[in-house]
């Protein structure tokens, strides 16, 4: 079986595309064609289509594609009328394949968008040391034109004139000589894609920029400076700046921007922007949460529970390897702590242990040391960043032959929960680790973040594997993690237990009565 993600699904044409699309809009539930079956998933973070179907060769094959692809692959994804003019870096730092993927990002980016003199219009910007108007917004009003002019750029290999390119960009890119529109209605966008340090000033042109109206995006690659891509940056930032330690991996990044431009539906339970663990009811601009019958909605709204707080170890592992960066590492203590707020911490219900590791492995507490949430966050906070490589394996035995042991504050009979985050490939083998957590009896969960592998991501995950693996591109909407992640643990019940002995004998006693009463009326 082939798993793949793609920009348009391969058993239908358009017009059943469309078909399906709108009944699972309509309905949010999965539908069915004649050639290919279809059903949505999510990972935590969003829904994704799957489609199984059988190829020319007679071969059964499943596609994979987030909604939004799906929905722009159906046309029933169109771009707000927008004005994007995309500010590319070529400077000598760039090598000529790099510049390539710069390329293929654009050419993916814009395959996503609704192109028209009327709909949205592209232009592009190419500099170095000096600035060249290679697209105009005035030039192609098709998306294979604006392809293959995109296709044809050439790299100007000179310095990094950040800052004349964006005063360019004002002044004549988004100008109604080269086909920006004046129009209120009309978004102007500018999105910035670099990897060095600008050599002139790029804070008062890029304050002029967006005093102007104009929504800047900062994409840096590399070892870029952070401090310039928020300087040039729209508030808010965490939503306008974006990195990636390469240009291989930048295509990464499409998918935030089809889905950023694409406006679709206001129903947020089709579209899976909401984060209830059950059931999504629709209102208007809105939505609330229900759960399936035997489960209570819990205080926070959103997560359901079949049973009452049992006690759990809970143990957190955390990838501290130089590929995550300082700031990032911060963005995800926070996320910890936004998991620990959902916790019963106690002393007799869960307790929580954090371990960290790169090229080795550093318990920062064990289970136990902390019973409240106060002191639990704000020993989380106080973890400094290791950096350096990423030994998953050897960190996930650490925790098996280490963490949830009765010495390091484990508790015997007690439901014992893994929670992995990675952010990128281990450098050992995760298979032998992972297998001995299970056999444990362990509950393991896996999340993944930017470069993480996801099959590795799904060899950690216990089964059901899509209720324990979650994975997001960017950093920045780790929340959306935290929100979707349950850990409801119930207590089996003793079948030799008092309580469940009155249980047993009442229902037999009411089955008694319900035979008596039927063959007396008889």
């Known amino acids: 079986m082939q ?12 017009a059943e595309l469309k078909q399906l699309a709108l009944r699972l809009l309509n309905n949010n539930k999965a539908g069915e064609s004649h050639t290919a079956k279809m059903r949505i998933v999510s990972n935590g973070v969003q829904p994704y289509i799957v489609q199984t179907g059988v190829d020319t060769d007679g071969e059964t094959q499943e596609e994979v594609t987030t909604f939004t692809t799906f929905l722009n692959a159906a046309g029933l994804c169109n771009t707000k009328p927008t004005d994007v003019v995309f500010i590319i870096d070529s400077s000598r730092s760039v090598r000529p394949a790099e510049f390539e993927q710069v390329k293929v990002f654009l050419a993916k980016v814009i395959d996503g968008l609704t192109v028209g003199p009327d709909a949205t219009r592209v232009g592009v910007v190419n500099y170095a040391s000096r600035v060249k108007n290679e697209v105009s917004l005035k030039s192609h009003k098709t998306k294979a ?30 100008s109604e000589a080269e086909g920006a529109r004046k129009s209120p209605g009309i978004s102007k966008v500018a999105i910035i894609v670099t990897d060095g340090r600008p050599q002139d000033n790029i804070r008062d042109n890029a ?15 590399g070892r870029v400076d952070m401090t310039t891509l928020r300087q040039m940056a729209s508030e808010p930032l965490e939503d306008h700046v974006d990195y990636v330690e390469s240009y291989s991996l930048i295509e990464k990044l499409t998918k935030k921007f089809q889905e950023a431009f694409c406006d679709v539906v206001s129903d947020l339970c089709a579209t899976g922007d909401h984060d209830c663990e059950h059931i999504c009811i629709s209102t208007p601009g809105s939505f609330k949460c229900a759960c399936r019958e035997g489960h209570t909605l819990m205080n926070d709204s959103r997560s359901c529970s079949a049973c009452s707080n049992a006690a759990t170890d809970v143990v957190f592992l955390i990838d501290g390897s130089k590929s995550v960066r300082p700031e990032n590492f911060e963005l995800v203590k926070k996320w910890i702590n936004l998991i620990i707020d959902k916790l019963d911490v106690s002393e007799t219900n869960t307790h929580v242990g954090l371990v960290q590791y790169s090229s080795s492995v550093k318990q920062e507490f064990p289970l136990g040391r902390y019973n409240n949430k106060k ?36 508790r015997p009979g007690v439901a014992k929960i893994g929670i992995v985050f990675t952010d990128g490939r281990s450098q050992d083998d995760i298979v032998g680790a992972t297998r001995k957590a299970k056999e444990h009896g362990f509950k393991m969960y896996a999340v993944g973040v930017g470069n993480a592998v996801e099959d590795e991501l799904r ?3 216990s089964e059901p594997v899509p ?23 119930c207590q089996e019940e003793d079948p030799c237990e008092c309580n469940s002995i009155v249980k047993f004998q009442k229902k037999v006693e009411e089955a008694l009565q319900a035979l008596t009463k039927k063959y007396i009326l008889s």
């Open 459 to 461: 060899e950690i995950a």
């Open 375 to 410: 002191a639990l966050k704000d020993a989380v906070k106080k973890m400094d960043y290791m950096e350096r490589g990423t030994m998953t394996g050897q960190a996930i035995n650490f925790i098996v032959e280490n963490s949830f042991t009765p010495n390091q504050g484990a």
């Open 207 to 221: 304050a002029r920029a967006r005093e102007a109206g104009i929504e800047i995006f900062a994409i840096g690659v």
């Open 467 to 489: 209720d324990h693996y979650f994975y997001t591109a960017d950093f920045k909407t780790m929340n959306q993690i935290a929100k979707k992640l349950q850990i409801n643990v």
């Open 145 to 174: 034109a604006l392809v293959k002019a995109v296709s044809k750029i050439e790299p100007l290999s000179t310095g990094t004139m950040t800052g004349l390119a964006i005063q360019f960009a004002m002044n004549v890119a988004f």
């Open 3 to 14: 798993m793949s993600c793609c920009s348009r699904p391969p058993f239908q044409k358009k």
